[in-house]
């Protein structure tokens, strides 16, 4: 039995013509996938805000490798947490940047406490984390 309901939704035409736009940039197939995949990530992200359940996480951040220490510094913060740090990756973007990706899981607290410790690091300039759960 098919559990699928059909509802409707009213949005200004001018709203509904950007979000077209949108579907068609994104090569959703029709209206109904991309709103499923709107509610799924505000759900998700509900999730990881009231939760204190075990969750999922990327963190990457881009620094400037000459900034002296930062590799150590870095490499320390994610020892200290290496309960929560499941994997890294590390790219030479170029001569002075890098980037480094991190698979993070546990309670949203301590995942973003983390992430907010990794990104605050002098000679991070830029950092982000993505959240999901299962």
């Given at each position: 039995m098919n559990d699928t309901k059909r509802f409707g939704v009213s949005v200004p035409q001018d709203l509904l013509?950007?979000?077209?736009?949108?579907l068609e940039e994104k090569m959703y197939s029709n209206r109904s996938e991309a709103i499923r995949d709107l509610i799924r990530d505000f759900l998700v992200k509900k999730k990881w805000e009231e939760s204190d359940e075990e969750v999922y996480g990327s963190l990457t951040l881009i620094y400037d490798h000459d900034k002296k220490g930062i590799s150590d510094k870095l490499t320390e913060i994610q020892h200290e947490d290496h309960t929560h740090i499941v994997s890294t990756?590390?790219?030479?973007?170029?001569k002075h940047n890098c980037m480094e990706t991190m698979a993070i899981k546990g309670r949203p607290?301590?995942?973003r406490k983390i992430a907010d410790r990794l990104k605050s690091t002098k000679g991070v300039k830029h950092g982000k984390l993505m959240m999901t759960s299962v």
């Open positions: 013509k950007k979000f077209d736009e949108k990756m590390h790219i030479h973007l170029d607290q301590d995942i």
